[in-house]
């Protein structure tokens, strides 16, 4: 089961995400929501999601520099970028992390989709092999 940290600086836009994956209904279980990366980080310490889908453009630390935090203390964690920016610069930067991917807002539900099911498949796969 996908256990999901969901960060957004919106309250109105942490709730959009999780609507949208209750109505994926691909199993997933909403661990935490965080407010930026400050509380992102917070969150992810004492519930350890095994994934993290967060804005980038947040108060106090933003999710590029959460991004950067998370890597450092589980390289292998999956982060879905949902942004509305555009920058070439920022994708490139976010999308050359391991298990990266961006999805642009308004949110491509078919994409978010494929990406979820993705990440559970290889977790379902990993946990057959123990």
Known sequence: MLNILVVDDSKSARNRVVK???NLKL?????ATAEDGVDALKKYLQFKPNLVITDIEMPNMDGAELISNLKKLNSSLPVV???SLVNEKIK??????QL???VHKPIDVQLLSVILIKFK?????VKGEE
């Open 81 to 83: 970028a949902i942004t």
């Open 27 to 31: 199993d997933c279980n909403i661990v």
């Open 100 to 102: 990266v991917y961006v």
């Open 92 to 97: 490139q930067t976010l999308m050359a992390y």
């Open 20 to 22: 949208t994956l209750d």
């Open 121 to 125: 498949n290889e977790l379902q796969s």
